[in-house]
């Protein structure tokens, strides 16, 4: 998560660069567009509408995801499948995310892996995720590649259990 906020500050960083030196450039339309932007970025935002803007940017986001996967299984001719854990994650928490579109098909915990997801991937097979210590899911939702659908918390007793099953 840390690495993820760093990446972003830094982006931001760099569109504020960008804004700069657009507003001070000798090229018209780029300081005018500049004046817009800052201009628009002056506005008095209140919480609520920071929270509706950051609400539909991740639901914008999570159908882009889903567009390009679309583009890759027309180009392959099969689906990519996305990771469900941070490999790097800081911290004891981190997300769980779906590695491909498909159905919640089960929700429930068990001795063996806990509380765990199963989703359908519609003719392609099925991911199971487990040692969840929160699900954000229920049957029968359908969910995106990279929705997160739940959150792993490491705790020494048990370690995050992910399975993909292949349907032939």
Aim: aromatic content about 8%; charged content about 20%.
């Amino acid at each position: 998560m840390r690495e993820k906020l760093l990446k972003q500050t830094g982006v931001c960083l760099l569109v504020v660069l960008a804004l700069l030196l657009s507003k001070h450039s000798n090229i018209p339309a780029l300081a005018n567009g500049a004046d817009m932007v800052i201009q628009h970025m002056s506005v008095s935002y209140t919480a609520e509408d920071i929270k509706a803007a950051a609400k539909k940017s991740t639901q914008v986001m999570a159908n882009v995801t889903g567009k390009m996967t679309d583009a890759v299984d027309v180009i392959t001719g099969k689906p990519v499948y996305g990771d469900p854990i941070d490999e790097k994650y800081t911290g004891n928490k981190a997300a769980v995310y779906a590695v491909g579109g498909g159905q919640v098909t089960a929700v429930g915990e068990n001795e063996e892996i806990g509380k765990y997801v199963k989703i359908t991937h519609g003719d392609q097979g099925e991911s199971l995720y487990g040692n969840l210590k929160t699900v954000n899911v229920s049957v029968p939702s359908n969910v995106k590649k990279g929705q997160i659908i739940g959150v792993y918390e490491k705790n020494g007793k048990a370690d995050f259990y992910y399975s993909f099953q292949e349907f032939r």
